[in-house]
């Protein structure tokens, strides 16, 4: 621990060059308006906070409403990011993690009538997925920070495990800028506020709106859907299945602690835990670790996310990952927002 705060002490000064750079970049920005409306879906911290069951729901909400949603994304770790890639067309997902990132990847294959398209370059993406598939407006994963597009809206997704990063901005810390930045948001939603106690989720709750001036917000919880079997999702078991069994851990993300929690509400007889770091590319190595440490375990329990990758190895029968959705308390009023502010974009537009 004294290792750690006296990391975050040297660290800081670095942490305020990452910001003076961030802030020139800002002012030097000229962003392209987009020809249809874009929503983007962000955060002020690194990983972790659960957008991307946010933009799933999203740009599912857009299509329930009449509209023709297209997502992008930058495709991360994915080795056709900077080339940019066709996902999904709505009906097949076309790539794999390797080459568009596993984010892409699950997006893609839970959406469906909703291409995705991927590129480090917003703009050239953007007009891609306009161009070929005719959508009229874009849910853009995690470009609050990106400086190229501008946004018809913005929604904030803060994490109530870590809402502000530690207070620093990286590296010292998890911001990606300051709290101030919220804003700059649309609407907040405070996700995983079920791993949070109540007294905890208030106080948070309260110091957002103080420091956003009042922005429209709800709270998010997730809901696991069920355990679906590794090597065939079409084998289920009942998520309540898990109570009683002693179960290894397995992922790769921004906040494992949020993994663990959910895992932990159902009452496990114990819990071991493997975490690697964020968007982890697992090696026939790390697949031999895992199952050579789940001796003893009734189950080895992972994320979506993360069995996107382990998929392109043989895997056992005790490997099983967990789905789940975003819970929004106030689901009506977050989806008349969006596809208010939408229409109110694509009528713009059109007036010019």
């Not at 994963?141 to 929604?155: C, K």
């Not at 001036?213 to 065939?232: E, V």
């Not at 007889?269 to 697992?282: K, L, V, W």
Request: proline share 5%; hydrophobic share 40%.
């Amino acid at each position: 621990m004294k290792i750690f705060r006296a990391l975050r002490v040297i660290l800081a000064p670095v942490s305020l060059l990452y910001l003076l750079g961030f802030y020139v970049k800002r002012l030097c920005a000229r962003p392209w308006s987009s020809p249809v409306p874009v929503v983007c879906i962000g955060n002020i911290t690194t990983g972790g906070t659960g957008k991307t069951p946010v933009v799933i729901r999203t740009a599912s909400a857009l299509r329930e409403n009449g509209f023709r949603p297209g997502v992008v994304s930058r495709g991360y770790r994915g080795r056709l990011s900077a080339a940019g890639a066709v996902v999904g067309d709505g009906e097949r997902v076309l790539l794999s993690a390797d080459a568009a990132g596993e984010e892409a990847v699950l997006i893609a294959g839970a959406l469906r009538g909703v291409p995705v398209v991927i590129g480090a370059d917003r703009r050239n993406a953007i007009s891609t997925i306009v161009d070929r598939f005719g959508v009229d407006c874009i849910v853009m994963d995690d470009g609050f920070q990106n400086t190229s597009v501008r946004s018809d809206v913005a929604v904030l997704v803060v994490d109530a495990t870590d809402p502000f990063g530690g207070g620093l901005a990286l590296p010292a810390g998890n911001l990606r800028e300051p709290a101030t930045a919220l804003r700059r948001g649309d609407y907040i939603i405070l996700n995983k506020c079920d791993l949070v106690r109540d007294e905890r989720r208030e106080r948070i709750l309260a110091r957002v709106r103080r420091i956003s001036r009042g922005r429209p917000m709800t709270t998010g919880r997730y809901r696991p859907r069920r355990l679906c079997r590794g090597a065939d999702a079409g084998d289920t078991r009942p998520i309540e299945s898990i109570a009683g069994s002693r179960v290894l851990l397995v992922s790769g993300i921004g906040n494992p602690a949020g993994f663990r929690a959910l895992v932990g509400a159902q009452r496990p007889a114990s819990i071991d835990e493997m975490a690697f770091p964020d968007h982890h590319a697992y090696s026939k190595e790390d697949v031999d670790r895992i199952f050579s440490t789940s001796c003893g375990v009734d189950m080895v329990l992972t994320t979506e996310k993360d069995i996107i990758k382990l998929r392109r190895f043989p895997l056992p029968d005790a490997l099983w990952y967990v789905p789940v959705d975003v819970v929004l308390e106030d689901e009506r009023g977050f989806v008349s927002f969006i596809a208010d502010r939408v229409r109110a974009a694509a009528a713009k537009r059109k007036k010019l």
